[in-house]
């Protein structure tokens, strides 16, 4: 059974720190991630002037070398410098053979994907570049993860055509481990699942389970082929709002999931699987 709110406990040790806040400048901030990368935490976001993907949309981030508890001045990842009308959202992170990726979704209007643009981090500089486009219409929702194969998958979604709604959940699948070039995309099902079916997986060699968001809580679906074909839907038996879920596993193996549960999003909760 699933437990009542007055059995679910705070984790022993866990603290909260407050990364960034909005500002005068960007008033709005949405869909962060996080990544290690040669001993130090990046975090990074999407910033917008006033509300969610108007007038403006950047990608921001912070970096720690304190695991955390401090944070250096805002940094600027890809912002729309040229005036051309993009919105950059979101962001997804990947620290790679020593170099630190970004992959982040261009977008020209609310929801209206165009491609997914991979940016870099140049260590001698210190100033993040372009290296190209991965994939079209593709919206990454969490840090790429290698399979058994040597590919990496990224969970996310993606539209028909670019400048499209992408209503599809979806992965895609790298080169080996050449991820700065393009991506196969690969969609879940047939049909779409609108409005938001954000898409998280958890890897398994060449086993993949894929836990995606949609009105009525969660779905499921599976890949036993490193995600080249899909089964699927089944629907979850877990009370999840109509929210981002993330998957991913501990350092010992175990699996996790942190979602909202409803009501709304007031309560943010972590299941953690049993060992083996």
């Known amino acids: ?41 990046l975090a990074a976001w999407y910033n917008c002037p006033r509300g969610e993907m108007q007038q403006a949309s950047a990608i921001r981030g912070r970096r720690s070398r304190d695991g955390g508890a401090t944070w250096s001045e805002v940094e600027v990842i890809a912002e729309d410098h040229a005036k051309k009308g993009i919105l950059y959202v979101p962001v997804a992170l990947l620290s790679h053979e020593g170099t630190l990726y970004a992959y ?41 993860v290698r399979m058994g194969n040597g590919n990496f998958i990224m969970a996310g979604r993606v539209a028909d055509r670019p400048k499209g709604k992408p209503e599809w959940p979806a992965v895609a699948i790298s080169s080996g481990g050449n ?45 036993r082929d490193y995600g080249r074909a899909w089964a699927g ?14 998957a ?17 999003r007031n309560e943010l909760v972590i299941g953690v699987s049993r060992p083996g």
């Not at 260590?123 to 990454?140: K, N, Q, V």
């Open 1 to 41: 059974p699933w437990p009542a709110a007055e059995q679910r406990e705070r984790p022993a040790g866990a603290v909260d720190v407050v990364v960034h806040r909005a500002d005068a400048q960007y008033q709005f901030l949405h869909d962060n991630a996080v990544v290690w990368h040669k001993g130090t935490l």
């Open 104 to 144: 982040i979704t261009n977008m020209v209007g609310a929801d209206l994907v165009v491609n997914c643009e991979v940016f870099a981090l140049n260590e001698a500089t210190d100033r993040w570049g372009s290296r190209g486009f991965i994939a079209d219409a593709f919206l990454p929702n969490c840090a790429p």
């Open 179 to 223: 991820v700065a070039r393009p991506w196969t995309v690969v969609r879940l099902m047939a049909k779409p699942l609108p409005p938001f079916p954000e898409t998280s997986v958890w890897v398994d060699h060449s086993k993949i389970i894929a836990v995606v968001r949609e009105p009525r809580g969660g779905r499921v679906f599976t890949s």
């Open 233 to 246: 839907p089944m629907q979850t038996n877990l009370p999840i709002s109509h929210s981002k879920l993330y």
């Open 248 to 264: 991913s596993v501990l350092s010992t193996g175990q699996r996790y999931l942190v979602w909202n549960v409803p009501p709304a």
